[in-house]
Nanobody
Framework: QVQLVESGGGLVQAGGSLRLSCAAS?????????????AGWYRQAPGKQRELVAG???????NYADSVKGRFTISRDNAKNTVYLQMNSLKPEDTAVYYC?????????WGRGTQVTVSS
């Protein structure tokens, strides 16, 4: 079993920055959780579907939603079992609950989310 806990959300003015963290506990084996499978950050704004913001694969390749390219950066620290989302140049439309996710085969784990609010 894997537990994911997000932190780092909050209220920020447009143009500001936040860094989200997702700490994982539990493990599949002796491997760091985020060194295997795929990790990602999703977000869900009120009245909208949850969408993928950024993902990182075990090999280190990353992908981003077009709306955040050049502003957000996903990274991980395998030793700390933590994935990060650095968010710069935030916009009011980035306001949402941000969720951490990890997938490996049939396993699909989610955190409870952290609120990010960007004021104009």
């Amino acid at each position: 079993q894997v537990q994911l806990v997000e932190s780092g959300g909050g209220l920020v003015q447009a143009g500001g920055s936040l860094r989200l963290s997702c700490a994982a506990s539990g493990s599949y084996s002796s491997s760091s959780i985020f060194s295997i499978g795929a990790a990602g950050w999703y977000r869900q704004a009120p009245g909208k579907q949850r969408e993928l913001v950024a993902g990182i694969l075990s090999g280190g390749s990353t992908n981003y939603a077009d709306s955040v390219k050049g502003r957000f950066t996903i990274s991980r620290d395998n030793a700390k079992n933590t994935v990060y989302l650095q968010m710069n140049s935030l916009k009011p439309e980035d306001t949402a609950v941000y969720y951490c996710n990890h997938k490996l085969g049939p396993s699909d784990y989610w955190g409870r989310g952290t609120q990010v609010t960007v004021s104009s």
